[in-house]
T-cell receptor, first 112, second 114 residues
Framework: DADVTQTPRNRITKTGKRIMLECSQTKGHDRMYWYRQDPGLGLQLIYYSFDVKDINKGEISDGYSVSRQAQAKFSLSLESAIPNQTALYFC???????????FGPGTRLTVL | AQSVTQPDIHITVSEGASLELRCNYSYGATPYLFWYVQSPGQGLQLLLKYFSGDTLVQGIKGFEAEFKRSQSSFNLRKPSVHWSDAAEYFCAVGTFYTGNQFYFGTGTSLTVIP
């Protein structure tokens, strides 16, 4: 089984809808991250969490919110989706003080 | 501010030929450097990483990278490319002094022709 899983893998929604993307990990890592990937822009950090009570904004947090329900779960929400949030979203984890991030398979989100 | 530049958006090489993907970084301290590969429809897989010590690091799938502090570079190389190496490659800088954040380059897309 994969260490970092993301659900759903694909989602098509309409402008104005609320969307939640979920990430779960079995690696036992404290730190979790959400990125979005756009063609030609690489990965941009949306939010990151160092533990359940420590959540921080990344480079592009506007329009997004997150919830760290447990050490193993980190959800990303779009309260009112807009078309320019169409992108590939990745969740990642790392150990406390760790030197490497481990990525989930990604969620492709399309906002019409 | 930290930044990573991958100057080549797309590279095409013949199978069996050598490969070099360029990466330049901007960071005020000794960086932690990474190369990731993303195959179509997949997440990112770590190829190799550099923290300290020997500036030539070996990774998986026959890849290696060399850290050159004087040039602020961390170029990825492979002596003989296989068709299965066709993918997107990302260079990244880890900034653990500012809270375990990672900064990614924009990626280089590799096409391998027979």
């Amino acid at each position: 089984d994969a260490d970092v899983t993301q659900t759903p893998r694909n989602r098509i929604t309409k402008t104005g809808k609320r969307i939640m993307l979920e990430c779960s990990q079995t690696k036992g890592h404290d730190r979790m991250y959400w990125y979005r990937q756009d063609p030609g822009l690489g990965l941009q950090l949306i939010y990151y969490s160092f533990d359940v009570k420590d959540i921080n904004k990344g480079e592009i947090s506007d329009g997004y919110s997150v919830s760290r329900q447990a050490q193993a779960k980190f959800s990303l929400s779009l309260e009112s989706a807009i078309p320019n949030q169409t992108a590939l979203y990745f969740c990642a984890t790392s150990e406390r003080g760790g030197d490497t991030q481990y990525f989930g398979p990604g969620t492709r989100l399309t906002v019409l | 501010a930290q930044s990573v530049t991958q100057p080549d958006i797309h590279i095409t090489v013949s199978e069996g030929a050598s490969l070099e993907l360029r990466c330049n970084y901007s960071y005020g301290a000794t960086p932690y450097l990474f190369w990731y590969v993303q195959s179509p429809g997949q997440g990112l897989q770590l190829l190799l990483k550099y923290f300290s010590g020997d500036t030539l690091v070996q990774g998986i799938k026959g890849f290696e990278a060399e850290f050159k502090r004087s040039q602020s570079s961390f170029n990825l190389r492979k002596p003989s490319v296989h068709w299965s190496d066709a993918a997107e490659y990302f260079c990244a800088v880890g900034t653990f002094y500012t809270g375990n954040q990672f900064y990614f380059g924009t990626g280089t897309s590799l096409t391998v022709i027979p």
